[in-house]
């Protein structure tokens, strides 16, 4: 069964520590996204990757760090330094067309 | 997830009826649009597409109209159904090969009356 997967669904930190968002994918699919997205907004690019071990930031990238050393894991950290990190964050592959393959998502509460 | 469809514009449809929702893009050269239909709590799923040298794409009961004069575009529901209410919005993408670049809309949530 393919597909794309995020772990877990809901996460709560304290200020001040990093999380790490997970993202794994079984479609063999190359490019890989981190999303977030608040109420009322469109969603907004943080990283993308094209291809393992490269990455690129996208239009919200500070505050945020990710890794692609394989092909399927594309791990998204919210570290100390995103002054607002509470949100949704969606990942997603995409093959070699325009359309992306969402996951479900994972809802970061910070207090 | 489920607050993302608060502080949107909102369409309420009876069940049985039409829907129509809108969607303003800015990138005169965008050369490609998807629809995505995001149920509470959920990721976004693929609904329908469209290139740019089409003004129309017919699916199973939606249909995507196109038009570059105004940048607009459209999703037409057809007999809505409950299962139909989530929030609907469109990307545009341009580049092509290794450089894409995707917008989303802020999108409308839609709200099927049974």
């Known amino acids: 069964d393919g597909g794309i997967t995020q772990s877990p669904k809901y996460l709560f930190r304290k200020e001040g520590q990093n999380v790490t968002l997970s993202c794994e994918q079984n479609?063999?699919?190359?490019?890989m996204y981190w999303y977030r997205q608040d109420p009322g907004q469109g969603l907004r690019l943080i990283y993308y990757?094209?291809?393992?071990?490269?990455?690129q930031k996208g239009d919200i990238a500070e505050g945020y760090s990710v890794s692609r050393e394989k092909k399927e894991s594309f791990p998204l950290t919210v570290t100390s330094a995103q002054k607002n990190p509470t949100a949704f964050y969606l990942c997603?592959?995409?093959?070699?067309?325009?359309?992306?393959?969402f996951g479900p998502g994972t809802r970061l509460t910070v207090t | 997830g489920e607050s993302v469809g608060l502080h949107l514009p909102t369409l309420s449809v009876q069940e049985g009826d039409n829907s129509i929702i809108n969607c303003a893009y800015s990138?005169?050269?965008?050369?490609?649009f998807i629809w995505y239909k995001q149920e509470s709590g959920k990721g976004p799923q693929f609904i329908i597409d469209?290139?740019?040298n089409m003004d129309k794409r017919q699916g199973k009961r939606v249909t995507v109209l196109l038009n570059k004069t105004v940048k607009h575009l459209s999703l037409q529901i057809a007999a809505t159904q409950p299962g139909d209410s989530a929030v609907y919005f469109c990307?545009?993408?341009w580049g092509s090969g290794g450089y894409q670049k995707v917008t989303f809309g802020t999108g409308t949530k839609l709200q099927v009356i049974p």
């Open positions: 479609l063999n699919h190359d490019a």
């Open positions: 990138n005169s050269a965008s050369d490609y």
């Open positions: 990307a545009e993408n």
């Open positions: 990757s094209q291809i393992v071990n490269d990455f």
């Open positions: 997603a592959s995409r093959d070699r067309g325009y359309e992306q393959y």
């Open positions: 469209i290139r740019s």
